[in-house]
């Protein structure tokens, strides 16, 4: 059985955990936020692994992916501006299979990606995208955050 998050106001992105503890994150060019990375994620259920897209040219492959934590973050509106709900996925990226799936030839990009020392994501000056990134992913790898979804907050 498959099952995708799929929500018109809803978007999903995936947070990537390497063996040094450094975390994949993007920024649109002129944002100051550093945040997950934009992808499309389905989910195989009921097993806990997902098929995932980063959605940027850069990316020419698909993976699979065990994903049993999730971070759902629903931000607050602000005035003028419609911010969407968003799932994030969080992956090690030692247990991420990459998987052919269609390849693309062309790259055209406007977004940085850098890997991140999660001790840098956790600090309250670094400016992450939601604020509580750096504890969410401080706990799926130490594992005292439960499978499933979990709500972050502002």
């Given amino acids: 059985m498959r099952t995708e998050f799929r929500n018109k106001s809803l978007r999903t992105a995936l947070t990537v955990i ?17 945040r997950p990375v934009a992808s499309r994620v389905i989910r195989l259920l009921p097993s ?5 897209h980063v ?10 992916a065990r994903t049993p ?4 973050y629903n931000p607050l509106p602000e005035r003028d501006r419609l911010e969407e709900s968003t799932h994030i996925f969080a992956v090690r990226r030692s247990r991420m299979r990459s998987i052919s799936l269609r390849a693309r030839a062309r790259v055209v990009t406007n977004v ?13 000056k670094f400016d992450a995208y939601p604020r509580e990134l750096g504890l969410f992913l401080r706990g ?3 594992g ?11």
């Fill in 112 to 124: 940085d990606y850098v890997w991140h020392p999660l001790s840098n994501v956790e600090d309250e």
């Fill in 55 to 64: 959605l940027d040219s850069l990316f020419s492959h698909w993976f699979l």
């Fill in 18 to 34: 390497d063996h040094e503890e450094r975390v994949l994150l993007c920024r649109v060019h002129g944002d100051p936020s550093w």
């Fill in 144 to 154: 005292w955050i439960p499978d499933g979804v979990i709500t972050l907050v502002e």
């Fill in 48 to 52: 806990q692994f997902s098929v995932i």
């Fill in 69 to 72: 934590v999730v971070g759902r």
């Fill in 140 to 142: 799926y790898i130490e």
